[in-house]
């Protein structure tokens, strides 16, 4: 493999369903137990903060029983050997990427294990809970924060970065993604249109799978390494 091939990488629920975080679209998933409009809304916030606290309080308490798989530490070490550039655009607001020692990764939905101050629009590391009597650490304001999570009817995190990434994307995987979700969604014909060579690595074919020049389906744990291992030996393009 090229020394100086860039390497992007989108990841969804699905490379972090193996540690135990719930998907959102399955029939058992987050959105069958949860109505989207109440708790990942902006207007479901202002019409009931508590609960959608409550909500994500459970989610970022959660974070702390559970650990990286297979999958996550594979892009872990894809990162830390490959000459090139590697840097992961995850739809996932888990740390799971960070605790296997991922170091270039964007959030582009937010993370739980932050918060955003609506009073001083800065955002500050967090793993406590969230109410309306919590002070911002910079600011010193009271009931402005909120988890640092995009909703939906909220604009993605670093677009423009993002967009910028692509363009450079020699090679593009996308892991555990639905492939239902712009601009997510969107990103493969994006490397594509640039002549990058992309990859679908999903338990099964998305709904964008066709635009994919190659698609392996499994378990994400199992065929995230292969396919590094294969990378970095210089088996796979």
């Not at 170091?103 to 739980?112: A, P, R, T």
């Not at 009073?119 to 309306?132: E, G, H, V």
């Not at 020699?170 to 990859?199: E, H, M, Q």
Request: glycine share 8%; aromatic share 8%; proline share 5%.
């Amino acid at each position: 493999m090229p020394e100086h091939k860039s390497i992007v990488i989108l990841t969804g629920a699905g490379i972090s369903a193996e540690s135990g975080i719930s998907t959102f679209r399955d029939p058992d998933g987050v959105w069958a137990k949860y109505d989207v409009e109440e708790v990942a809304t902006p207007q479901g916030f202002a019409k009931n903060p508590k609960l959608v606290q409550d909500f994500y309080n459970m989610r970022r308490a959660g974070l702390k029983t559970v650990k990286p798989n297979a999958a996550h530490l594979a892009l872990a070490r894809l990162e830390r050997e490959h000459k090139g550039g590697v840097c992961i655009v995850t739809q996932n607001v888990d740390n799971l990427h960070e605790m296997a020692g991922s170091k270039n990764v964007i959030h582009m939905h937010g993370e739980l294990a932050k918060a955003w101050c609506r009073a001083c629009d800065q955002r500050s590391p967090w793993t406590a809970d969230l109410d309306a009597t919590v002070t911002c650490p910079q600011c010193k304001a009271t009931g402005h924060m909120r988890p640092d999570v995009v909703w939906f009817g909220e604009v993605p995190y670093a677009m423009e970065q993002i967009g910028d990434i692509l363009f450079e994307a020699k090679l593009f995987l996308s892991i555990g993604t639905s492939g239902n979700v712009y601009p997510a969604a969107n990103f493969v014909n994006a490397v594509r249109r640039n002549g990058g060579r992309t990859v679908e690595l999903n338990l099964e074919p998305s709904e964008g799978a066709s635009s994919f020049h190659e698609a392996i389906h499994g378990r994400a744990g199992e065929i995230v390494p292969a396919f590094v291992e294969k990378l970095l030996n210089g088996q796979a393009r």
